[in-house]
């Protein structure tokens, strides 16, 4: 109990000094096991496709140019990776705590370790909104699952998340990931080298999300490989229109848009993008 009420004492006072913008060492405990058995979102139409957002759940300020990739160019990190958020609109007291524990599970994954604790420094932190937050995430049910894109200084971020579809610890993350300044792995320059894209399957409408961006003009080149498991990575039927693949691994026994968590260049890369140690 001690230990707990220890560990209250330095979040807090973490928050209240993260309010003022300062850098601060902020301790992530071990996430809480999820024993509901959500992981993936169920195999299906993906709420994440029907949005309404650039490449289906990628929202963007008026007049921002949609960039693809893996990181935005630009100054899009959250400062010092402090992400406030309010989800006062999130009713469900089990959709709250599902998307508290997609948090921390991120927040853990991409923490660096400490020696002989279990708990880890923080590299990204979300906590709740204080009043003096200007610049937060409105955390909201709406219809499909999607995210503003990094962080935008005087723009009202969101991320809205359906009730029936969205609340999987995947699909959180994949969200999350958005906030964080991430894009899909699909759009990356070097894609067609892993992936064979048959865009006679796409919906017509629909074959701009499949289009690439190149590094260091629209996206940043992190250095890390392409990554099929990556929690960005959309399945293979993204967006077809007639049930039959759009995405093909070219590596024999791949698998794409399955992935429950945070793979381990994902947690590489928002380690890089945000300038943390490994």
């Not at 399955?258 to 590489?268: G, K, N, P, T, V």
């Amino acid at each position: 109990m001690a230990a707990a009420t220890t560990l209250f004492v330095l979040l807090v006072s973490c928050v209240i000094l993260t309010i003022y913008g300062l850098p601060v060492d902020v301790l992530i405990p071990p996430p809480q096991v999820e024993t509901n058995g959500d992981g993936a979102a169920p195999k299906g139409l993906n709420p994440q496709l029907i949005a309404g957002g650039f490449e289906g759940d990628m929202m963007f300020p008026d007049g921002a140019d949609p960039a693809r990739g893996v990181a935005i160019i630009g100054k899009r990190q959250w400062p010092n990776g402090v992400i406030p958020y309010d989800m006062s609109a999130i009713t469900n007291v089990q959709d709250q705590q599902k998307i508290t524990n997609a948090m921390n599970t991120l927040m853990y994954a991409v923490g660096t370790p400490i020696a002989d604790s279990q708990s880890r420094t923080a590299c990204v932190f979300f906590r709740p909104r204080q009043p003096s937050d200007k610049d937060y995430i409105s955390i909201r049910y709406g219809s499909g699952c999607s995210a503003n894109v990094g962080y935008t200084q005087g723009f009202q971020s969101k991320v809205t998340l359906q009730q029936n579809g969205c609340f999987y610890t995947g699909t959180i993350q994949h969200e999350l990931m958005h906030v964080l300044g991430f894009f899909h792995e699909q759009s990356r320059p070097d894609r067609d080298n892993y992936l064979q894209i048959n865009l006679q399957n796409v919906r017509p409408d629909m074959t701009h999300n499949f289009e690439k961006y190149a590094w260091g003009s629209s996206v940043y080149n992190q250095g890390t490989p392409y990554d099929y498991k990556s929690v960005m990575h959309y399945e293979t039927t993204a967006f077809s229109m007639n049930g039959k693949p759009t995405m093909v691994p070219r590596q024999a026994g791949a698998t794409i848009g399955r992935a429950e968590m945070l793979s381990a260049l994902d947690i590489a890369e928002v380690r890089h993008f945000y300038g943390c140690k490994a």
